[in-house]
T-cell receptor, first 107, second 114 residues
């Protein structure tokens, strides 16, 4: 069992829909990262969280340290949001990754 | 200005060959990493260096040898390449090895072993 579990694995949405991707982890962490990877592309860091909530444009990330759970929300989704979203947790000097959520937004 | 640059972007080679992937960061970060992304897009740490010193060495075959000539560079040399080595390899850096520091990733090197 991976220390970082993401759900769903695959998600297809219509343009404009509100999207939520979930991440649960089983270890004590110093920070949680949300990453984005477009097809054939590099990895971009979206958020780093150690508590509470962060917002950047249409993206919102929340974390509940007690419940060891984080969510990534996308409001007013757009086809350009289609990508793999990866949750990663940092504990000690390691970054441990979830398996990723493949998001496809249809127009 | 590219913050973390990897070369080459694509590498196609035959089984048994030896190849190197280079990584450089211009962010002044102390820590650099190599990650392997398999065909299912799952990322896993391979190595990490902090100020030229190896601090993470996961269960990776001895055929993989990282080298850090200075803290801005971390290269990955692979001997006797095997089919199973085909993957995308990402270099990354962070300011420090611990604590709440972000990561910056390179654009990846797609290695195909035929």
């Amino acid at each position: 069992k991976n220390e970082v579990e993401q759900s769903p694995q695959n998600l297809t949405a219509q343009e404009g829909e509100f999207i939520t991707i979930n991440c649960s982890y089983s270890v004590g962490i110093s920070a949680l990262h949300w990453l984005q990877q477009h097809p054939g592309g590099g990895i971009v860091s979206l958020f780093m969280l150690s508590s509470g909530k962060k917002k950047h444009g249409r993206l919102i990330a929340t974390i509940n340290i007690q419940e060891k759970h984080s969510s990534l929300h996308i409001t007013a989704s757009h086809p350009r949001d289609s990508a793999v979203y990866i949750c990663a947790v940092r504990y000690g000097n390691k970054l441990v990754f979830g398996a990723g959520t493949i998001l496809r937004v249809k127009s | 200005d590219t913050a973390v640059s990897q070369t080459p972007k694509y590498l196609v080679t035959q089984m048994g060959n030896d190849k190197s992937i280079k990584c450089e960061q211009n962010l002044g970060h102390d820590t650099m990493y190599w990650y392997k992304q398999d065909s299912k897009k799952f990322l896993k740490i391979m190595f990490s260096y902090n100020n030229k010193e190896l601090i993470i060495n996961e269960t990776v075959p001895n055929r993989f040898s990282p080298k850090s000539p200075d803290k801005a560079h971390l290269n990955l040399h692979i001997n006797s390449l095997e089919l199973g080595d085909s993957a995308v390899y990402f270099c990354a850096s962070s300011q420090k090895p611990r604590g709440n520091y972000g990561y910056t990733f390179g654009s990846g090197t797609r290695l195909t072993v035929v």
